[in-house]
T-cell receptor, first 113, second 112 residues
Framework: DQQVKQNSPSLSVQEGRISILNCDYTNSMFDYFLWYKKYPAEGPTFLISISSIKDKNEDGRFTVFLNKSAKHLSLHIVPSQPGDSAVYFCAASAGTSYDKVIFGPGTSLSVIP | EPEVTQTPSHQVTQMGQEVILRCVPISNHLYFYWYRQILGQKVEFLVSFYNNEISEKSEIFDDQFSVERPDGSNFTLKIRSTKLEDSAMYFC??????????FGSGTRLTVV
């Protein structure tokens, strides 16, 4: 039962272009969404979050968009840099941010110089 | 920047043995978690801990697993009798009320 889905296991983007990572969820009780970045042999690192009362949140090169009616969110990275190459996990929780977080399977992003 | 520390970084154990994975969360955080990632699979929630008790656990967290905060700084995950399928990266995380969790760098558990 995959409550959080990331249907693209991998994505390649040229340096300087936009990276768009997509995520879909099935549980309508989710109201808080997070993106994490993970390098090999390291733990996930928090990137950006959005609550269900908003449809967009921006932090530097990272913007997360939320479409509640479609149960879809996306992470935009612009411009993409080689250091952005990592696995990106979409995650969701129901309730406050300290509740358990359900992770998607991840998308491996490669930014090509 | 404050960080979550996990030890050991790699643990090899024989099937049936007990293991204890250790974590030192960020000192002013109140919520603590264990997650695991089996090789090639997604990060899975195991358990959350608040106010000295388990607040939520997944179906993975059966009677073989236990957590403890023995001294107010460490947060441990014990697996009583390890199985081959327990081999995974185990991540500890802690959180305050702000957005997101801070994860440790993980303990790679290999059960042979």
């Amino acid at each position: 039962d995959q409550q959080v889905k990331q249907n693209s296991p991998s994505l390649s983007v040229q340096e300087g272009r936009i990276s768009i990572l997509n995520c879909d969820y099935t549980n309508s009780m989710f109201d808080y969404f997070l993106w994490y970045k993970k390098y090999p042999a390291e733990g996930p690192t928090f990137l950006i979050s959005i609550s269900s009362i908003k449809d967009k949140n921006e932090d530097g090169r990272f913007t997360v968009f939320l479409n509640k009616s479609a149960k879809h969110l996306s992470l935009h990275i612009v411009p993409s840099q080689p250091g952005d190459s990592a696995v990106y996990f979409c995650a969701a929780s129901a309730g406050t941010s300290y509740d358990k977080v359900i992770f998607g399977p991840g998308t491996s992003l490669s930014v090509i110089p | 920047e404050p960080e979550v520390t996990q030890t050991p970084s790699h643990q090899v154990t024989q099937m049936g043995q007990e293991v204890i994975l250790r974590c030192v969360p960020i000192s002013n955080h109140l919520y603590f978690y264990w997650y695991r990632q089996i090789l090639g699979q997604k990060v899975e929630f195991l358990v959350s801990f608040y106010n000295n008790e388990i607040s939520e656990k997944s179906e993975i967290f059966d009677d073989q697993f236990s957590v403890e905060r023995p001294d107010g700084s460490n947060f441990t995950l014990k697996i009583r009798s390890t199985k081959l399928e327990d081999s995974a990266m185990y991540f500890c995380a802690s959180s305050d009320w702000s957005a997101g969790y801070t994860f440790g760098s993980g303990t790679r558990l290999t059960v042979v």
